[in-house]
């Protein structure tokens, strides 16, 4: 299973922009995808999460209101949909997948994805 991920760069304070990670490797998209994001100096935190099975979505506090994940089942993508962007949301944003169905306890942790891709640069500029 391969993770390309897609769509980062430069925006303004305020601006939007959408993400992609398609999965390729597999005849069916992940069970669960995943996005998490990294500063330089911190740890990996996770973003967003949507399930396969009901689309159950899960969702950062930090992000709530402001960012929807979304899948296509049929391109094998899922997709993080960014608004109203913020200074602290600049981060390198890395998707990531599991070919299960992760317990919406576990959907936090990027101990259940086992699959990720190499990352995309978001930077928001004032």
């Known amino acids: 299973v391969q993770l390309q991920a897609s769509g980062g760069g430069l925006v303004q304070a305020g601006g939007s922009l959408r993400l992609s990670c398609t999965t390729s490797g597999r005849s069916s998209g992940p069970s669960t995808g995943a996005w998490f994001r990294q500063v330089p100096g911190k740890e990996r935190e996770f973003v967003a999460a949507i399930r396969r099975i009901g689309s159950n979505t899960l969702y950062a506090d930090s992000v709530k209101g402001r960012f929807t994940i979304s899948r296509d089942n049929a391109k094998n993508t899922v997709y993080l949909h960014m608004n109203s962007l913020k200074l602290e949301d600049t981060a390198v944003y890395y998707c990531?997948?599991?070919?299960?169905?992760?317990?919406?306890?576990?959907?936090?942790?990027?101990?259940?994805?086992?699959?990720w891709g190499q990352g995309t640069l978001v930077t928001v500029s004032s």
């Open positions: 990531a997948a599991a070919q299960s169905q992760v317990i919406i306890s576990s959907m936090r942790s990027s101990a259940s994805y086992p699959y």
